[in-house]
């Protein structure tokens, strides 16, 4: 590690001035960009921590709304009642998350900032329709994610919190690496207010995305039989050393099958 300037924020808005000295970054977790430091990837020379601010914590269920603070944890996530309640599915996407060191530290918004193209968060987030809430302005799933490690974020800009509608139906399926519990596969599945959005991690190489097929396959009914059959293409998916494109395109069509027929039981 190198000498680095460590700023703890009062609020939001003196975080917003902390960033502005040097080339700093903010820090939630430090579950990615710790290492990353250590591993010279980033070399901030000021970390402006958020991880501890009041304002940017818990879950809050309030009628037909849900909202994320940015540094929730996963583990404040997977065990949150209310939550557990509103949208079951995606309090259980947190509890597969790494492993517990990782889900007490890791925030939902260092998660969907960093956008790994193997996280699960981006495809929640992408399948609920979530809106991404800045210190700036509000961003939806749809325009958030942007590619691989990359989002609609600003220089300086601050995830707040994320905000979706709990839908009538959701659920996560993953196929995860081993070592890591990333997604090699991962799919999200939703039935909502909006119709059904279908979204996969872990495949594409260019990071999270809605799967056309999948959607219109089970807009049609919203049942694992709708997906029998399905063929997804291998274009435009990962190859790298745990899986190859086609074993990928398998894996997407199998996943989803779960996720519905969990979304159903
Ligand atoms: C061993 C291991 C296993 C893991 N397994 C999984 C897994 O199975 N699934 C999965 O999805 N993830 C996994 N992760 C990632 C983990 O879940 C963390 O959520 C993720 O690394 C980043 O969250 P963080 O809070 O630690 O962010 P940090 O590391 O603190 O920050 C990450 C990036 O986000 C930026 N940032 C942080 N907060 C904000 C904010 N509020 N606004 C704007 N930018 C911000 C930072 O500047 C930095 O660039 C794993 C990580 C490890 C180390």
Redesign the pocket.
Known sequence: MYSVNYHRAASVSDAAKLLKSGDA????????????MKTRL?A?SDLVD??RLKE?QGVKVSGKTVTIG??T??YDVSTDENLKKACPALAHMAS????P???Y???????I??N?P?????AALLALGATII?NKREIGADKFFKGLFETA?KEG????AVTFTPPAKAAYQ?F??PA????IVGVFVVKGKDGVRAAV?GAGADGVFRSKEIEAALAKNFDVSALDGLKVSAKGLMSDIHASADYRANLIAVMAKRAVAAAIA
């Open positions: 970054k903010l820090l939630s977790g430090g579950m990615t960009l710790i290492p990353a980033a901030p958020v991880s940017l940015a540094a944890t996963h597969l998350i790494g492993d060191a990782v889900r530290k890791g925030t939902i918004g260092g998660s900032a960093n790994d193997a996280a699960d968060y981006p800045t974020l800009e601050i995830i707040t993953k995860r690496n890591s519990r990333y997604a991690t």
